[in-house]
């Protein structure tokens, strides 16, 4: 089915260790994004790409890295996890200017927590 | 402050009744108004969307944008259990690859 696809659904860390949030989508979305949602928070956007190799940083993109070698592909880094990064992180993608309105499509989510 | 502000709720309300969830934002050049569902366990899915001021009905759903007083609304009438879940204003402004701002989000329970 097309759609967004995130990897793994859910995850235990330790503090200080690393891993990556896999995603992608086969809807040939020009901009992909990865939120984190926490209680009370909504929606927190951490960074985005509008196209392959051009990326850029939202609202809490601190202890986060990204790359977008691929149109399909978005991986989010962890490098080093603390406490502070439990939460479910969403990816999302969606035409850019292409169309008047980008509604998102998001992936189903990880639940990731660091112990 | 945040740029989007949502009421969190809970809000219980009984099945038939009509509900009305709102958002206020702060960012006048906002341009694109969406509200989004998300199931318990779930990615937001898109419910509706309106562009700049107005009213869009979609069903038993109907979205409100006043730019004004830079307010939306989305209200469900004949409420059914299977619309509890929390529902999350987004907007956007005008251009390519504009970043979506959402609000905290308010969980609905539509008791039977």
């Known amino acids: 089915n097309a759609g967004v696809t995130q990897t793994p659904k859910f995850q235990v860390l330790k503090t200080g260790q690393s891993m990556t949030l896999q995603c992608a989508q086969d809807m040939n979305h020009e901009y992909m994004s990865w939120y984190r949602q926490d209680p009370g928070m909504g929606l927190r956007l951490i960074h985005y790409?509008?196209?392959?190799?051009?990326?850029d940083q939202g609202e809490v993109p601190n202890g986060y890295n990204v790359s977008r070698s691929t149109t399909e592909d978005f991986p989010l880094r962890l490098l080093s996890a603390a406490p502070s990064q439990t939460s479910v992180y969403f990816c999302a993608s969606s035409y850019s200017g292409q169309a008047a309105l980008d509604g998102y499509t998001f992936g189903s989510g990880t639940r990731l927590t660091v112990v | 402050q945040k740029e989007v502000e949502q009421d969190p709720g809970p809000l219980s309300v009984p099945e038939g009744a009509i509900v009305s969830l709102n958002c206020t934002y702060s960012n006048s050049a906002f341009q694109y108004f969406m509200w989004y569902r998300q199931y318990s366990r779930k990615g937001p899915e898109l419910l509706m969307y309106t562009y700049s001021s107005g009213n869009k009905e979609d069903g038993r759903f109907t979205a409100q944008v006043d730019k004004s007083s830079k307010y939306i609304s989305l209200f469900i009438r004949d409420s059914q259990p299977s619309d509890s879940a929390t529902y999350l204003c987004?907007?956007?402004?005008?251009?390519?690859?504009?970043?979506?701002?959402f609000g905290q989000g308010t969980e609905l329970s539509v008791k039977p």
């Open positions: 987004a907007m956007r402004k005008h251009g390519p690859g504009g970043k979506l701002i």
């Open positions: 790409s509008v196209g392959a190799g051009i990326t």
